[in-house]
């Protein structure tokens, strides 16, 4: 299903696809793209974390509450889940360099705009239109990536791509940990404006319009309706199961909603002429091992890292800014490994690498395990770094895979598959591990405290204290003395600590789990058909 590309408004040049023009000058340079892309890019990914960092600020300058705070990220993660496989196809249908423009565009004046709320609720509707425009412009970039590198430079070029988002997710708590502190939460918003602007200024001037000769042409919208609430069952579900609790019949009815959702959408999908997701791109067996793969690595990744933040600010005491420094390691073997992944995979295919970097994954998150309330930094940046090194050809060589073995005129719904994966293997990880770890601090509470000799705690007493402990913070009564505060800190971390490594040797399960999943990919059978306009 090899495909070739067409630059709307644009004569035939010699040597090139149909249709098309070479590039002239920086105008649709590969190497200029990327970096165009990447600015874009960038935003979306600092926000998934960055914005966590303000929230204590917001709660306490708009006077929110626990919950209202809770849904400034979920709010994103939902609106952004649930639209991008949509997006994607937007940018299949009227060009990814527009889809592209108007995501950054929309993005950057939503950040703008909830810097200038004044409450809590506007916060929040400023979050969804955020999500929806980054659900634009995450799809677009890979799309424009696929159209604009010839195969042989494609992975490198996705590896600088994963390299941005890695760094910008593991350096949004640095960044915003220095904003909050020396500025104001929102200046947090506020810095996607003026980098908004540069993106579309170069975006303008360097982006160039690829479409393919057989783009969709219609729009499902029935698919488009019940993806999006299949979706949006589905997440809710993640995001809400550990207030709800995992036997709740709440919790089963979305994601029984949810199934239904999908099968009513899978038959739709063969019956329609132009659908939403053709689901024979499914029987690309390596295109499914990429989205399998991409959800795995999250679940690992995502759901591990959030204990960490806790494990660094509430156990060991340091300030947000301190706990982003501790991740360095982390963001620089990202930085670092993400190019060179691509090269290897460029190379030798993505198997070995892919597999690797799971192996790399696994040992890192049963590191994880072994951490306790005394362990040194040193010992602590093995482990991140590894993890980094690990997650490297992961990220780019399962997204190649995934957007490789797609035919061009499905890049745009196939960098939506590949990212709707991340998002909800994030939301996975981060339910599902939470689960263990607030089963493991029940367990283990009650015994702990007794064994201490502290004061026996009522139920309601038991249940307040365990929610803290599940976020590593010791309770301590205002005014208890020196000698009883110091055993219920050494009982709430120790506690916290067996949760989290009951949680990371989880993660490292399954990451063990997608080592065998990452033998069933290959590279992508259409990367051709994306050898794109202008000179390497």
């Not at 105008?27 to 960092?53: F, K, Q, S, Y």
Request: hydrophobic share 55%; proline share 5%; glycine share 14%.
């Amino acid at each position: 299903m090899t495909s070739q590309t067409t630059i709307d408004k644009l004569g035939p040049g010699e040597g090139t696809p149909a249709g098309s023009s070479p590039a002239k000058g920086w105008r649709g340079h590969p190497w200029v793209t990327l970096v165009t892309v990447a600015v874009g890019v960038m935003m979306v990914a600092l926000d998934g974390t960055i914005v966590a960092i303000a929230n204590p600020a917001i709660g306490k300058d708009l006077g929110a509450s626990w919950s209202e705070l809770q849904w400034i990220t979920n709010a994103y993660f939902l609106a952004l889940a649930v639209s991008l496989i949509t997006a994607g196809k937007l940018g299949d249908r009227f060009g990814h360099r527009q889809t592209f423009l108007i995501g950054v565009a929309g993005f950057a004046a939503s950040s703008g705009a909830i810097g200038l709320s004044d409450s809590i609720a506007m916060v929040i509707v400023f979050r969804v239109f955020q999500g929806l425009f980054g659900a634009l412009l995450m799809p677009a970039a890979l799309g424009l990536l696929r159209a604009t590198f010839p195969a042989e430079k494609l992975n490198m070029a996705i590896g600088i791509w994963g390299m941005v988002i890695g760094a910008s997710t593991a350096g949004g708590p640095i960044l915003g940990g220095v904003l909050v502190e020396h500025v104001s939460w929102q200046s947090v918003f506020f810095i996607n404006v003026p980098v908004g602007v540069v993106a579309v200024v170069l975006g303008v001037l360097i982006l160039l319009d690829h479409r393919a000769q057989n783009a969709p042409r219609s729009f499902d919208v029935v698919g488009i309706v019940l993806l999006s609430a299949s979706m949006f069952a589905l997440v809710w579900a993640l995001i809400k199961a550990p207030e709800w609790g995992w036997g709740s019949g709440q919790t089963w009815l979305y994601i029984g909603g949810s199934v239904v959702g999908f099968a009513l959408f899978s038959v739709w999908e063969t019956r329609v002429g132009e659908p939403l997701i053709p689901l024979g791109m499914f029987r690309s067996v390596p295109l499914s091992a990429g989205v399998v793969l991409m959800v795995l690595m999250a679940i690992a990744f995502m759901g591990g890292l959030f204990f960490v933040t806790f494990y660094l600010q509430n156990v060991h005491g340091m300030s947000p800014i301190d706990a982003g420094l501790h991740l360095l390691p982390l963001t620089a073997m990202m930085i670092v490994a993400s190019p060179l992944a691509g090269a290897m995979i460029t190379k030798v295919g993505p198997r070995v690498p892919l597999a690797g970097g799971m192996v790399c994954t696994a040992i890192a998150m049963y590191g994880m395990s072994t951490l306790e309330t005394d362990t040194g930094s040193l010992a602590m940046s093995v482990w991140f770094a590894l993890l980094g090194l690990g997650l490297a050809p992961v990220m780019v060589g399962a997204t190649e895979v995934i957007v490789g073995n797609a035919p061009m005129e499905l890049s745009g719904v196939a960098g939506g598959l590949q990212q709707a994966a991340m998002q909800i293997g994030g939301s996975l990880g981060t339910a599902v591990l939470g689960a263990v770890m607030a089963s493991k601090v029940d367990n283990d509470l009650a015994g702990n405290w007794a064994d201490a000799g502290l004061p026996e705690l009522t139920p309601a007493q038991q249940e307040l204290t365990g929610q803290a402990v599940q976020q590593g913070i010791a309770p301590v009564p205002e005014g208890t003395p020196a000698a009883i505060a110091a055993k219920i800190a050494d009982v709430a971390h120790g506690t916290f600590i067996s949760g989290m490594s009951l949680a990371s040797l989880v993660a490292a399960g399954v990451a063990v789990v997608a080592v065998f999943v990452a033998f069933l990919t290959k590279r992508g059978e259409n990367a051709e058909a994306g050898a794109g306009v202008g000179h390497i």
